[in-house]
Each structure stands twice: as structure tokens, then as C-alpha cells.
């Protein structure tokens, strides 16, 4: 049973450039959560699809968004990029219930690099 | 003020040493609480939940205090292998998203 899978694995991209990042939830799983994890610092909640529709969302700006598709799959799309997105992003996905937060499984991320 | 804060460390021990993590919380509707485990710019991977009546898994400790807002990690008889960044999560319910700590870096020494 494959967990979590996210690609790619690294990505090195230039200031103003716009990038996708792809995340395949585990089997059994519906909701996605995106987090980005810069360097020093905990994971930040970006936001959250469940049924194609995005549920939640952290205090990022409109250059973040995503999309989740019918297999539950999700991208995250960042335009306009800064040398201030470069971080760790990290999916996580979760099945639908009352304790979703115990069933939590993350991805082993995208390191994403702007120069 | 950050919502979940921790000892910034890093924390160097011997092995065999005992070593507790501190953590604050500021939401006061915080309900759920955990202690992830991260490797080396790995995924953090849960390591246990924090239950208002403490909680031990093995050699790892888990208690909360509701009153100070305040949740602690004790490891005893410490490995190499416990060398990680350990990260505190609280979260204001089952559904709704983490909010980790910076973490606390443990190197375990030989």
C-alpha cells in the first residue's frame, strides 16, 4: 500500500516564475492538506481540498492555490515566485471522520528552490 | 506571539541521558495535541498524542497541563537513533489543521 507520494522531489526555479507540485494521497484517503516548511521553522498550513473543493485555508496569498482532482489527487500551483517560497512542501493526506488529525500521513515533500 | 512555541535547543546528551522538551500553546481552544518526529528535511512523522491525563509510549512521556497551556516530551534512556527535530502540535480540533511548533533539534551522542 503506497502512502503518501509527492513529485517532484526537487525543483529549482527562478524568481517570477510559476510552479506545480503534485501529491497522490494515500489509498483510502480523500482530504489533502498542503504545508510549507521553510528552513528552521515548523510546517504552515497553506490549505486543505476535500471533494474537489478547497475547504481551508492558512494565511498565504493569492499567488498559492490548488486544485484537487476526482482521485483525490492535488496539486499545489505557486505563480509569481520569490525567493522567499523556497522551502519544504509537504502534502498530507487524511480520511474523512472525527479524529482526522490522529490519521494524518505526510508526504516526504518537494524541496523547492528559487534563485 | 507565535501560537506554538518550544525550546529552541538544539539539545546535545549522552546516551542513556533523559531529556525533556517544553512546548506552549496561546490558543486556549486548543483541544488536541501532539509530538512529531522529524528527520533530517524528512516528512515529520507522528510520534504520540498528548492526552489531558498524560500518556508513555516505551521510553517517551507525553503530559499536558490545560491550566499553564503547556505540554512536555520526556525521553529516557536516550538512543543515537532519537537524534531528530521534535515538533509540538496543537490543534483546535480533530478536523482542523496543525499548527506546529519551530521544533527542538536532539543530537544523541555516542
Known amino acids: 500500500d503506497a502512502g503518501v507520494t509527492q513529485s517532484p522531489t526537487h525543483l529549482i526555479k527562478t524568481r517570477g516564475q510559476q510552479v506545480t507540485l503534485r501529491c497522490s494521497p494515500k489509498?483510502?484517503?480523500?482530504?489533502v492538506s498542503w504545508y510549507q516548511q521553510a528552513l528552521g521553522q515548523g510546517p504552515q498550513f497553506i490549505f486543505q481540498?476535500?471533494?474537489?473543493?478547497?475547504?481551508q485555508r492558512g494565511n498565504f496569498p493569492d499567488r498559492f492555490s490548488g486544485h484537487q482532482f476526482p482521485n483525490y489527487s492535488s496539486e499545489l500551483n505557486v505563480n509569481a515566485l520569490l525567493l522567499g517560497d523556497s522551502a519544504l512542501y509537504l502534502c498530507?493526506?487524511?480520511?474523512?471522520?472525527?479524529?482526522?488529525?490522529?490519521?494524518?500521513?505526510f508526504g516526504s515533500g518537494t524541496q523547492l528552490s528559487v534563485l | 506571539r507565535k501560537e506554538v512555541e518550544q525550546d529552541p535547543g538544539p539539545f546535545n546528551v549522552p546516551e542513556g541521558a533523559t531529556v525533556a522538551f517544553n512546548c506552549t500553546y496561546s490558543n486556549s481552544a486548543s483541544q488536541s495535541f501532539f509530538w512529531y518526529r522529524q528527520d533530517c528535511r524528512k516528512e515529520p512523522k507522528l510520534l504520540m498524542s498528548v492526552y489531558s491525563s498524560g500518556n508513555e509510549d516505551g521510553r517517551f512521556t507525553a503530559q499536558l497541563n490545560r491550566a499553564s497551556q503547556y505540554i512536555s516530551l520526556l525521553i529516557r534512556d536516550s538512543k543515537l537513533s532519537d537524534s531528530a527535530t521534535y515538533l509540538c502540535v496543537a490543534t483546535t480540533s480533530g478536523n482542523t489543521p496543525l499548527v506546529f511548533g519551530k521544533g527542538t533539534r536532539l543530537s544523541v551522542i555516542a
Open positions: 489509498s483510502g484517503h480523500d482530504t
Open positions: 498530507a493526506s487524511s480520511a474523512t471522520g472525527r479524529r482526522t488529525n490522529e490519521k494524518l500521513f
Open positions: 481540498y476535500y471533494e474537489e473543493e478547497e475547504r
